[in-house]
């Protein structure tokens, strides 16, 4: 997730009032049930139930699975509080706070198993509801994997920023050989104060998140042209997130902080002032962020964050411009096989963190020179 000066980062929720009906009717003594899923944006899910058996209904629980990517196969359980009658009625709420929340264009598929006092159980048909932010009118625009969902700008805007994520893509596969494999949606907010408004536990620097697992993005970009500048190199650094995501993603290990944000900074092109400055002060007093300290989540201080982002752009432009891209794809292919992180870089380059810290230090661009 980005965390470069603007800090955008984040994780959070966006949900759309929407209705979703799942029956399952009485055959041989079983329960008669109906549940409805009803989105309250952005906070809360509400399963409004009814069930009528011969019998008395003793318990019902409330199954879900939500729609990503994932290495195993997870359903949850959540346990519906009612009186126990042969005639029930029940409204089950989901706090979206609690359970981690999804991001618009995400679903989720849900059932309910009823139970009576025989312990005969009725499971209704699974359902799935859609995930959307329906505030907005949005329009949609689609080139190869890639889906653009904009609300404000025209036609032109939208092809601008959909023109850049085609550019990171060819980008990205000419210096690393990763390629996207999944579709991909793209929702573009009119600003950052709508896209902090569908989330929960927003910031007020938020501008812009990746769900790599779901394989959306989410930004604020406003319709000037310094917005829109932004905006483009904004896509460029998330959807290389998922791009990487897409090439590593394995059960056993993630690739080191890094090797991920280094290779986003590397798809905007070269550094800007700020990260030159900052790699230039560290030069200058020898402060320079070691690369196995750089395999632990980044700073949370912006002066620090700046230098992290800024070495992890020369870390990788080391490796591109010293060994190749087909290097480069090799060490996705070696983490995508759980592999460790000095591990791969010693099957890969034969050197590991520790003296690609001393490598990368030594060359021209180690003091901002793309």
Known sequence: ??????????????????IVPAFAYGADGEAQVQITAKMDFPLTLTFNISAQSNTQITDM??????????NAYVISEEVVAFTPSTQVTAMHVMDMRQSGGMPPGSSMTYW????????????TLPQKIEINDDRYGWRTL?????TLYWYQGNDNFAQQLMDAAQQALGRLSENTGAELKDSVKLYIYANTSDLQGSMIFSQDWTGGVAFTEYNIIAIGIGTSA???EWGKSTISHELTHLVVHQATDNPYNGIPPWLDEGLAMYSEGPLGTQFTSALEQAEANNSFISVRSLS?????YADTAVLAYAESYEIVNYLIDQYG???????????QKGSGYDAALQSVYGFDMTKLNT?????PAAAGTP
């Open 325 to 335: 891209r087909e290097k480069m794809l090799q060490l996705l292919t070696t983490f």
């Open 359 to 363: 490598l990368w230090q030594t060359t």
């Open 112 to 123: 309910l198993t009823v139970k009576d006092s025989t312990g005969k159980e009725t499971d």
């Open 226 to 228: 310094s917005e829109l």
């Open 61 to 70: 629980r409330l199954h879900y699975t939500v729609d990503r990517t994932k």
């Open 142 to 146: 689609q080139q190869g994997l890639i």
């Open 296 to 300: 632990s989540p980044f700073s949370a």
């Open 1 to 18: 997730m980005k965390k470069k000066i603007q800090f955008l980062l984040l994780a959070i929720v966006i949900i759309a009032a929407m």
